[in-house]
């Protein structure tokens, strides 16, 4: 299929920085000539302004997402022994995090319209060792979080947001990454918010907690060369910092240029033989990816690239029936919804840049490729 012309690529991270070059390359030149490569003021002022923009007293700057989850999962004081409750239905990392503390993640199903993580699923799982609830903002939309946070005070529990993909979203009239006791993000390229490279970071309003995450990030250090922890080198790069700072200023705009796009998908596909993604009542979905559901997944996403339209799946095996994660003890059939959205869900193309006429186009080509299975279907 390499010879296939693509005529609507799923993610376009050119047109973006074309978009704002001259703003990205002062930022870029500024890092240059500070010669603050590692944390530094670019880094020390996205801190700031990105806690402002999600509603919290601090952000945490780190090189990656799962750092992020990692290192609040530390601080909140997860170890051996113990167990965190998320769900199967999200990108590894959510439960590879629990593991890197030593503590074994419990998983409980999603709710099948939001992709997040079902409330009512939660309180059968607590048991005497469970220490955090990790509910997953997935796909740009937030948890029912409400239920989730009575149930954690109820018990004494941490939570703590994975907020990878949702920069931006909002939970009734709260920003995601000010719900929870923390919240992690991630700043990977293709994210909404995304650097040029790895970073991460996360959100708290409570001082103990991002103090030891600071310390955590860099060594262990309270001060150079005093070691209080055993810590970890996940610090920040200067020049993610200043490229997020810049981004972030036009976060918001991007956010409604997606949205302008999702409407239009809406209307497009309203008859189309596909389940278009749900906004859940309870807040802003940021749409980080548009992810119809479809029984003919494969057989669409094959049509689609033919037609030279790129898609995604996220994410195609859930993380308990990946082989790294066997020896949790779930089997098939253990999330009935979880596994059935892995096996429905695809990704087309979405980012603030793409033109109607691209939607257009795409949205012509799923219901094409419905009509051609349902002709195919009569015709036997």
């Known amino acids: 299929m390499s010879d296939i012309k693509v005529k609507v690529p799923y993610l376009d991270l050119k047109a973006q920085y074309q978009s704002i070059k001259p703003e990205i390359d002062a930022a870029i030149a500024r890092v240059l000539e500070s010669c603050q490569f590692v944390l530094g003021p670019e880094v020390a002022g996205f801190e700031q302004d990105f806690a402002a923009y999600c509603g919290a007293a601090e952000c945490i700057a780190l090189n990656s997402g799962t750092s992020a989850l990692h290192l609040a999962l530390l601080a909140a004081g997860v170890g051996p022994g113990d167990e965190v409750i998320t769900v199967p239905f999200t990108f590894v990392a959510s439960v590879a995090a629990v593991t890197y503390t030593g503590a074994r993640p419990v998983l409980v199903d999603i709710d099948p319209r939001s992709f997040t993580m079902d409330p009512a699923a939660v309180e059968a799982a607590i048991t005497p060792r469970t220490k955090a609830i990790l509910p997953v903002h997935l796909y740009g939309q937030s948890a029912d979080m409400d239920p989730i946070m009575e149930i954690a005070r109820r018990h004494g529990l941490?939570?703590?947001?994975?907020?990878?993909?949702?920069?931006?979203?909002?939970?009734?009239?709260?920003?995601?990454?000010?719900?929870?006791?923390?919240?992690?993000?991630?700043?990977?390229p293709g994210k909404n918010l995304g650097a040029y490279g790895e970073g991460g970071a996360v959100?708290?309003?409570?001082?103990?907690?991002?103090?030891?995450?600071?310390?955590?990030?860099?060594w262990g250090q309270d001060r150079k060369y005093h070691h209080l922890l055993r810590g970890f080198n996940y610090r920040m790069e200067g020049f993610q910092g200043a490229i997020l700072r810049v981004k972030l200023r036009h976060l918001e705009r991007w956010t409604e240029a997606r949205r302008k796009v999702v409407n239009l998908y809406n209307d497009l596909l309203a008859d189309s033989g596909v389940e278009s993604p749900t906004e859940m009542p309870w807040g802003r979905h940021v749409y980080h990816v548009y992810t119809l559901r479809t029984d003919e997944r494969d057989g669409l996403q094959a049509f689609l690239l033919a037609e030279g339209i790129q898609t995604g799946i996220h994410y195609p095996v859930p993380a308990h029936?990946?082989?790294?994660?066997?020896?949790?003890?779930?089997?098939?059939?253990?999330?009935?919804?979880?596994?059935?959205?892995?096996?429905?869900?695809?990704?087309l193309p979405l980012?603030?840049?793409?033109?109607?006429?691209?939607?257009?186009?795409?949205?012509?080509a799923v219901k094409k490729a419905v009509a051609n299975r349902t002709q195919t279907a009569v015709s036997r």
């Not at 959100?203 to 860099?218: C, F, G, H, Q």
């Open 158 to 188: 941490v939570v703590i947001e994975d907020a990878a993909q949702a920069h931006g979203a909002k939970y009734k009239t709260r920003p995601v990454g000010s719900i929870g006791d923390m919240a992690c993000f991630s700043f990977y």
């Open 203 to 218: 959100t708290t309003s409570n001082p103990e907690y991002a103090r030891t995450i600071r310390m955590l990030r860099d």
């Open 321 to 347: 029936l990946q082989p790294a994660y066997a020896d949790l003890g779930y089997g098939h059939g253990a999330f009935p919804h979880a596994e059935a959205a892995a096996e429905q869900v695809l990704s």
């Open 351 to 364: 980012y603030p840049e793409l033109s109607s006429q691209a939607v257009a186009e795409v949205a012509r």
